[in-house]
Nanobody, 124 residues
Framework: QVQLVESGGGLVQAGGSLRLSCAASGRTFNIGAMAWFRQAPGKEREFVAV????????YYTNSVKGRFTISRDNAKNTMYLQMNSLKPDDTAVYYC?????????????????WGQGTQVTVSS
């Protein structure tokens, strides 16, 4: 089993920055790809970004391209999401997720491992 724990959320003004972290533990050799999703109140969970656990291949949803950067440190078993130029529309609970295969997908149901979420609030 794989355990994921997010941290780094908080309250920030529009235009500000935050860096989220996702620490993985347990059978981390089972991780092929990891992603960030977010869920705003009253909305469905949506894809933000994904990265292969080995290599550097990444993919982003259009609304965050150029503003967010996903990365990982395999030595620390940790994934990051650097969020710059934040907007009020970015306000949501952010979740990290992992799946055993290298195929990167944007569908929440494809991911087997989930963290508990961290709140990001962007004020205008």
């Amino acid at each position: 089993q794989v355990q994921l724990v997010e941290s780094g959320g908080g309250l920030v003004q529009a235009g500000g920055s935050l860096r989220l972290s996702c620490a993985a533990s347990g059978r981390t050799f089972n991780i092929g790809a990891m992603a960030w999703f977010r869920q705003a109140p009253g909305k469905e969970r949506e894809f933000v970004a994904v990265i292969r656990w080995s290599g550097s291949t990444t993919y982003y949803t259009n609304s965050v391209k150029g503003r967010f950067t996903i990365s990982r440190d395999n030595a620390k078993n940790t994934m990051y999401l650097q969020m710059n130029s934040l907007k009020p529309d970015d306000t949501a609970v952010y979740y990290c997720a992992g799946r055993p295969t290298l195929v990167m997908t944007t569908i929440p149901e494809d991911y087997s491992y989930w963290g508990q979420g961290t709140q990001v609030t962007v004020s205008s």
